[in-house]
Nanobody, 118 residues
Framework: QVQLVESGGGLVQPGGSLRLSCAASGFTFSTYAMSWYRQPPGKERELVATITSAGRSINYAESVKGRFTISRDNAKNTVALQMNSLKPEDTAVYYC???????????WGQGTQVTVSS
């Protein structure tokens, strides 16, 4: 049974930091690229960051470059998103996604709420 379980969300003041984590099970984690997406209130889901299976390539949305850092630990089957200098516009439900394009697989987590407000 495939599972992606996000954690680490919460309420933080502008300028603060949060670290999201996604724990994976039920598939060969080290062969999947991992991404973080977010869905702000009333808006469509958008890609935040992606890291390839071995971690050799990383990409970020322009809106988070220099503030967010994606990382993965293939020994622990986890992917993390370190979020610094948070802004109110970062408020969203954050989801992790596993993708293996070669076999057409993709899996989503259930999401974790991040609220940036004073």
């Amino acid at each position: 049974q495939v599972q992606l379980v996000e954690s680490g969300g919460g309420l933080v003041q502008p300028g603060g930091s949060l670290r999201l984590s996604c724990a994976a099970s039920g598939f060969t984690f080290s062969t999947y690229a991992m991404s973080w997406y977010r869905q702000p209130p009333g808006k469509e889901r958008e890609l935040v960051a992606t890291i390839t299976s071995a971690g050799r390539s990383i990409n970020y949305a322009e809106s988070v470059k220099g503030r967010f850092t994606i990382s993965r630990d293939n020994a622990k089957n986890t992917v993390a998103l370190q979020m610094n200098s948070l802004k109110p516009e970062d408020t969203a439900v954050y989801y992790c996604k596993a993708v293996r394009t070669a076999v057409g697989d993709n899996y989503w987590g259930q999401g974790t709420q991040v609220t940036v407000s004073s």
